[in-house]
């Protein structure tokens, strides 16, 4: 896995006897385990979605401004 504060090599490490495992840099030591991806991948989700609607938004205005005058 890359790594996606500095684009270095993640490997998977064990965190406890249970089984859980998180990905750690082996550049700049960044941690990541399932929580902060599900979390990260629900704020992109949201992101992508706010931008749909203002590109959306952004098109009914401007065939509403293009709308010749009587």
Sequence with gaps: M???R???LSIKEPLDQRGHWWWRCLNCGDRVDRGI???RAEQEAAEADRRRALDR???EWSRWFSIPAL
Excluded: F, S
């Design 2 to 4: 890359t790594c996606a």
């Design 57 to 59: 938004d952004l098109k």
């Design 37 to 39: 991806l599900l979390n």
């Design 6 to 8: 500095c684009r270095g």
